[in-house]
Nanobody, 126 residues
């Protein structure tokens, strides 16, 4: 059974940093591109970032230069380093795997992803 478990969320002041992690089990992690997405209260799910099996990365425009996605295939773990956080970054952050092994899409839609984690809350507030 595929499981994705996010952690690392919390309350941070504007301008602060957080590092999210996603522990993956139940599939061959190194063979799948992975993504982060987020959902703010009352808003649609928003794609944040993705990383390919070859560690090519892509980001939504509002996250470029502030967020860094990375993966540790030895530990089956996905990370999202978030710097210079803004109140608009407040959301539940989810990790997900690409539906198809080895597939890479720089801007995946939810239909391209599956096996979502339960999410971790990030709140940016003074």
């Amino acid at each position: 059974e595929v499981q994705l478990v996010e952690s690392g969320g919390g309350l941070v002041q504007p301008g602060g940093s957080l590092r999210l992690s996603c522990a993956a089990t139940g599939f061959t992690f190194k063979n799948y591109a992975m993504s982060w997405a987020r959902q703010a209260p009352g808003k649609d799910l928003e794609w944040v970032s993705s990383i390919s099996t070859g560690e090519t990365t892509s980001y939504a425009d509002s996250m470029k230069g502030r967020f860094t996605i990375s993966r540790d295939n030895a530990k089956n773990t996905l990370h999202l380093q978030m710097n210079n956080l803004k109140p608009d970054d407040t959301a539940v952050y989810y990790c997900a795997k690409f539906r198809v092994r080895y597939l890479w899409l720089p801007s995946p839609t939810p239909d391209d992803l599956d096996s979502w984690g339960q999410g971790t809350q990030v709140t940016v507030s003074s």
